[in-house]
């Protein structure tokens, strides 16, 4: 098969013909029909995120594709069906604290690297191997736009965020990075789920305006100065009423200060999901007070991806409508024109936009 592929940190990636994955047992070898490209993508291949991926490897963030072969632990999938690939791989022989690898992309500590070195190819390719409980079947109407619906492996990951926080119908959410490629996806899929009103605060105005465009009176943007004490005033005048839950998206290169004024907003009781990647790459400590933690009664809590049922529940609110997908712009590209795509996702990372790599396209 042809595959993308990175051979050192800092070089292009080089497509070519690389062995056939062949699946063991539990395991499925599927086509892949689309896997979208991240808007960090390049920053991952240069080396500057750090991620513990180890070349020579194929990389992607899970796709869409359609079933090959499937195992005999597979009792519903069969060769030809439609399917989303979840990345996000965990061990089987710990149901507590399992680890995980998300597959062609990175892992968490040693357990995770092992399961990186088991799985280690992602989606950059025509054919990847997956754990069969990472294969989850897609309504036919995704068939008709692949590469479209490739964008849940974007919204699955705040969705798992807002599943974490416990969101419910008619409360009030301030999304902290609410202008980029995973907070705007929070904005749309809080409302999808029910969110009575959604606070974006970000400095892009042209994104905020963008975000009030699209959903109307249930999401207030705020833009940020800087200020801590006027920005904390803003968000929460913004809210109208008590903020129950607090998401925060931010990358990496964010300070810790802008995560901090976002969190402190939510109510007493309320509570705070951090899902961004601020202080990854070094920088000051989130230092939450303990004091208004502990006298509010605030609950904070990490989230990194979500739980497999998450896959389930967003593909069912895509196939619903609820979540909308339609106003999204795509744009994609075939295999062997990779290294253009990441450059475009890297170059086009505001909201609703998405990047595509389709490996079957010639």
């Known amino acids: 098969m042809r595959a993308a592929v990175l051979t050192q940190f800092g070089a292009p990636l ?21 896997a979208c490209v991240a808007p960090y993508a390049a920053e991952v291949f240069s080396g500057r995120r750090k991620y513990p991926l180890v070349p020579p490897v194929v990389p992607g ?23 989303w690939c979840d990345c996000t791989v965990r061990s089987r022989d710990d149901a507590l604290t399992p680890d995980i690898a998300l597959q062609g ?32 079947p897609l309504p036919a109407a995704a068939g008709q736009d692949p590469a479209r619906w490739a964008a849940l492996g974007l919204h699955v990951i705040p969705y798992g965020g807002l ?12 999304v902290s ?10 904005v749309a899929v809080a409302l999808a789920m029910g969110a009575g009103r959604v606070v974006a605060p970000g400095r892009n105005r042209a994104a905020l305006g963008l975000l009030a465009d699209r959903f109307g009176a249930r999401v207030r943007p705020v833009p940020l100065t800087g200020d801590e004490a006027g920005d904390r005033a803003a968000m929460s005048a913004a809210g109208e009423g008590p903020i129950d839950l607090v998401i925060d998206l931010l990358p990496p290169g964010a300070p810790a200060s802008v995560a901090r004024t ?18 990854m790459l070094g920088g000051e400590d989130l230092a939450l007070p303990y004091p208004w933690l502990m006298r509010n009664s605030v609950t904070v809590r990490g989230r990194w991806m979500y ?14 409508g609820a979540l909308d997908l339609g106003p999204e712009r795509v744009r994609s590209f075939g295999l062997d024109a990779v290294n253009e795509a990441v450059a475009y996702a890297a170059a086009h990372g505001g909201p609703f936009e998405r990047t595509v790599l389709t490996p079957q396209a010639r």
Not at 307 to 318: E, Y
Request: no cysteine; glycine share 16%.
């Open 61 to 83: 963030i899970g796709g869409v594709g359609r079933v090959v072969h499937a195992g005999p632990d597979a009792t519903r999938l069969r060769p030809g069906d439609l399917v």
């Open 307 to 320: 739980p497999r049922t998450a896959n389930v529940g967003i593909i069912r609110l895509l196939a619903s």
């Open 14 to 34: 080089t497509v070519r013909q690389v062995p056939d994955p062949a699946p063991g047992g539990g395991e499925v070898l599927v086509e892949v029909l689309a």
């Open 163 to 174: 599943l974490a926080g416990a969101l419910a119908a008619g409360e009030t959410l301030l």
């Open 105 to 136: 992309w990175s892992s968490r500590g040693e357990g995770g690297a092992r399961l990186a070195r088991h799985l280690h190819d992602g989606s950059f390719a025509e054919l990847m191997r997956v754990p069969t409980e990472n294969v989850y």
């Open 262 to 279: 976002a969190a402190m907003t939510v109510r007493e009781y309320g509570r705070v999901v951090l899902m961004g990647g601020v202080g």
């Open 177 to 186: 990075g609410a202008t980029g490629n995973l907070g705007s996806s929070a």
